[in-house]
């Protein structure tokens, strides 16, 4: 099925409105100046967002919030003008408190606050997942399912970071560029990637609950269980987000589909990823009873102090890479939603760069690995020096075992030829 798509990027339609506006109002107060030929009064004008008609010195003129305002805030309200002897008066009440955001200042610098650290979060997250992937693919010995599932978990991490840096750029850039062609489909496609992305991570924080559980519950056959891994982590998000496109174009197909003023749409996002969370919070609680009930095996030596030190420090462990932290806030009321912004968006940013840092740099398996590869690199390099040098001390021995004997020999023939 094709869906055609007809549009603008949210800016450019912004700017499109305005031009319109713009023009209908110069076309106006054209056709009033050429029927109006008393030049007293206050001319009528466009001031960059309203048209305003002509006045008499001592009238009030009000209009309604600008159209373009009220597309973009949807606000209702009224601003008005006074025609004095010495022209035209301030707009008063203040346009951006009648016609503009609620938001205040505070709330756009907490915003600003949290876009920049969650910005820093995913860049660092990228660089050190991408870093941990490498070498988990180029050491044959660290091949094993359980690292498969940690590379597909870094890679989601990976894909997440990317789509989110993406989408501020297409969404909040100041450089867009409105030409007669339509925009709308890359902003649109961008949102689609962040989705599908956002959703597969969850998914594949899913995965390492389920694969955790298992192992330690039963044996299974690695090759078949993870190609199953595959299609949770991987399939079920690209059917919901497959969903969630035909949502979208069905009941709110608007600007580039980042309002989220339906609820079923967003739902069908929403819903698989409170479901994958719910169910890794079970498995959670699960494998915390069974290693609480592990180390209190008489077969395990230790103190309950040592034990239990041992069982908090895997809950640690556990908790970045099943995303615990996200069932925390996921029912908190409107009163915590800054706390709820701030967890996720800031603080969740840095979950890849915690989960590779535990789970790949600090894993002793490959902590030996990278141990024995400086071992084989830096031993290569002693061989290689040693060489050299050995070459160096042979070279200048023979040199100077030829230049001895040439010496000698031109002696030997300097005694020959001055013997009468």
């Known amino acids: 099925m094709l869906v055609s798509v007809c549009g603008r990027h949210p800016t450019c339609n912004f700017y499109q409105e305005l031009q319109r506006a713009k023009e209908e109002c110069l076309t106006r107060l054209n056709q009033q100046q050429s029927t109006d ?163 597969a991570n969850f998914f594949w924080l899913l995965v390492e609950g389920l694969y955790l559980h298992t192992l330690l519950l039963v044996t299974f056959a690695e090759s078949t269980r993870f190609l199953s891994y595959l299609m949770i982590g991987w399939g079920v998000p690209a059917v919901f987000v497959f969903a969630w496109i035909l949502t979208r174009h069905q009941l709110e197909d608007t600007d580039c589909w980042e309002r989220n003023d339906h609820p079923v749409p967003i739902w069908v996002i929403n819903g698989p990823i409170v479901f994958s969370m719910m169910v890794n919070f079970v498995l959670f609680i699960s494998i915390i009873r069974i290693l ?13 102090q040592s034990q239990y030190r041992r069982l908090a420090k895997s809950t640690l462990l556990l908790i970045p890479l099943f995303g615990i932290h996200y069932v925390i806030f996921v029912s908190l009321n409107e009163s915590l939603v800054d706390y709820k912004i701030f967890f996720d968006l800031a603080l969740g940013s840095f ?70």
């Open 37 to 199: 030929s008393s030049g007293s009064g206050c001319k009528g004008f466009w001031d960059n967002i309203s048209c305003w008609d002509g006045a008499e010195v001592g009238q009030t003129v009000t209009i309604p919030c600008p159209p373009v305002l009220k597309t973009l805030f949807n606000r209702n309200g009224n601003i008005s003008k006074n025609c004095t002897v010495d022209g035209w008066s301030d707009v008063f009440p203040n346009i951006t408190s009648v016609c503009g955001s609620e938001t205040p200042q505070d709330k756009l610098v907490f915003y600003m606050v949290v876009k920049t650290l969650y910005t820093l979060g995913h860049s660092l997250s990228l660089i050190v997942l991408t870093t941990g992937s490498a070498i988990l693919c180029m050491f044959r010995r660290l091949h094993c399912t359980r690292n498969y599932i940690h590379v597909n978990l870094f890679l989601s991490f990976i894909l997440r970071a990317v789509a989110v840096l993406v989408k501020d750029s297409v969404l909040f850039s100041h450089s867009t560029h409105c030409s007669n062609q339509p925009s709308l489909v890359g902003c649109r496609a961008s949102l689609v990637f962040f989705h599908y992305f956002i959703m």
């Open 292 to 304: 609480l009930k592990k180390l209190r095996c008489p077969d395990v030596g230790g103190n309950d």
């Open 351 to 420: 979950q890849g760069l915690v989960v590779a840092i535990l789970y790949c740099f600090l894993n002793s398996e490959v902590q030996c690995e990278l141990r024995r590869k400086w071992q084989s690199v830096w031993l290569n390099c002693q061989i290689w020096n040693y060489i050299s040098q050995n070459a160096s001390v042979l070279w200048n021995g023979s040199e100077a075992v030829v230049s001895e004997g040439r010496s000698r020999t031109a002696s030997a023939l300097q005694t020959e030829t001055t013997v009468p």
